[in-house]
C-alpha cells in the first residue's frame, strides 16, 4: 500500500483500452489539482524500457517461460524504486498501465507457470507495492484485435486467440477472488461511454 498517494493499475487483453482510458483518468484527476504520474509496466525507467524491447520483440522467439517471467519481475522493480515509490511518497497519484496482475494472468493462468511461483516472482518485483486499486478492461479479444491500429505485431500479441481467451479468464479470476481491489470495467462502447465507467467504478476511492 502506498504511504500517501494512491496507486491505480489498469489491467485487461492486448488492445482493450488502457492507454487510451488512463490518458483520460490522467486529465480528470489533473483537473481536481493532485499530481499524477503516468506509466507502463514493462517500462518508464530507462532501463525497464530496454527489458520491455527485449520483451516485446517477436525476434525474441526462443525465450522461454521463466525468462519471461524474470525479466517483467526485473523491469517493475526498477519501476517500483526508481518511480512508483517515490510518487506515492510524494503523495502523487500513479496511474500505471499493467502491473503484477497481468504477471498472473499472461504468465500464470495463459502460461501455465504455478500460481505459487508467480506469487513468488511478483513478490520481488513489486518490491512490497500493492496497487490500491486495479480496473480490469473486459473485452473479448476478438474485439480488441480488430482496434489494435499500431503496425506489426508483437511477441506477446503473436500468441493468438486462444491465449487472449485464458489472459482475459486469468483477470475475471483475479476479480472474483479480490472483488474490493481488482474491478471489472465493462470496455465494449465508445472511449466516452468507457471513461464514464472507470469514474464511476473509482468513486469510492477518488472524489472527481
Ligand atoms: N472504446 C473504444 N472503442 C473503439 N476503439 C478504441 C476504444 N478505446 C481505445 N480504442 C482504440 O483501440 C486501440 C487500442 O487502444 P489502447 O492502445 O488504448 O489499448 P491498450 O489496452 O493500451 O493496448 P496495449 O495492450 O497494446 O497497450 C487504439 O487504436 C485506440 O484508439
Ligand atoms: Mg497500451
Not at 524491447?53 to 525465450?63: A, F, I, S, T, V
Not at 523491469?75 to 502491473?99: M, N, S, T
Not at 518490491?127 to 484485435?145: K, Q, S, W
Request: aromatic residues 4%; contains cysteine; proline residues 2%.
Amino acid at each position: 500500500m502506498s504511504d500517501t498517494g494512491l496507486f491505480i493499475t489498469l489491467e485487461g487483453v492486448d488492445g482493450c483500452g488502457k492507454s487510451t482510458q488512463g490518458e483520460l483518468l490522467a486529465h480528470a484527476l489533473e483537473a481536481t489539482g493532485r499530481e499524477v504520474v503516468r506509466l507502463r509496466d514493462p517500462g518508464s525507467t530507462r532501463l525497464s524500457e530496454k527489458i520491455r524491447l527485449m520483451l516485446l520483440d517477436p525476434g525474441n522467439d526462443d525465450m522461454c517461460d521463466e525468462c519471461e517471467l524474470l525479466l517483467y519481475e526485473a523491469a517493475r522493480a526498477q519501476l517500483v524504486r526508481e518511480e512508483i515509490e517515490p510518487a506515492l511518497k510524494r503523495g502523487a497519484v500513479v496511474v500505471c498501465d499493467r502491473f503484477s496482475d497481468s504477471t498472473y494472468a499472461y504468465q500464470s493462468v495463459a502460461r501455465g507457470l504455478s500460481a505459487g511461483m508467480i506469487e513468488a516472482a511478483n513478490e520481488l518485483g513489486c518490491c512490497g507495492i500493492t496497487p490500491d486499486v486495479t480496473l480490469v478492461f473486459d473485452l473479448d479479444p476478438r474485439e480488441a484485435l480488430t482496434r489494435a491500429t499500431h503496425e506489426g505485431t508483437d511477441r506477446l500479441e503473436g500468441e493468438g486467440m486462444r491465449f487472449q481467451r485464458e489472459v482475459r479468464e486469468g483477470y475475471l479470476q483475479l476479480a472474483s477472488a479480490d472483488s474490493e481491489r481488482v474491478r471489472i470495467v465493462d470496455a465494449l462502447g465508445t472511449v466516452e461511454v468507457v471513461h464514464v465507467r472507470v469514474i464511476t467504478a473509482l468513486h469510492d476511492v477518488i472524489a472527481l
